[in-house]
Nanobody, 124 residues
Framework: VQLQASGGGLVQPGGSLRLSCAAS?????????IGWFRQAPGKEREGVSC????????GSTDSVKGRFTISRDNVENTVYLQMNSLKPEDTAVYHC?????????????????WGQGTQVTVSS
């Protein structure tokens, strides 16, 4: 399985970005979930949002609820993270990951495959 994350960049506080995570590989014929995690310098990796690709069930950490929206395109095997009202504390490297046979989860140990990170910087 390969995961390709894209869409990061530099944005001013209050701005928006949309991250994409494109998945490919034979494992995709099974049920799986995709999660977005982020890691800021000197901090632990934290779960941001996740989605079950089969039933569309989602979850988000409290700090992004009402600002970030996760969605999926099952035809393209792509997950999007729409990030609005960005704050400086959202600055981090964002990674997407895939968990085979599971629903939405924020436990990093549940994920089998990880993509490369994309940098999100929120600064004026």
């Amino acid at each position: 399985v390969q995961l390709q994350a894209s869409g990061g960049g530099l944005v001013q506080p209050g701005g928006s970005l949309r991250l994409s995570c494109a998945a490919s590989g034979s494992t995709l014929r099974y049920d799986y979930a995709i999660g977005w995690f982020r890691q800021a310098p000197g901090k632990e990796r934290e779960g941001v949002s996740c989605i079950n690709m089969s039933d569309g069930g989602t979850g988000s950490t409290d700090s992004v609820k009402g600002r970030f929206t996760i969605s999926r395109d099952n035809v393209e095997n792509t997950v999007y993270l729409q990030m609005n009202s960005l704050k400086p504390e959202d600055t981090a490297v964002y990674h997407c990951a895939l968990a085979v046979g599971l629903g939405c989860t924020f436990s990093t140990s549940d994920y089998d495959y990880w993509g490369q990170g994309t940098q999100v910087t929120v600064s004026s």
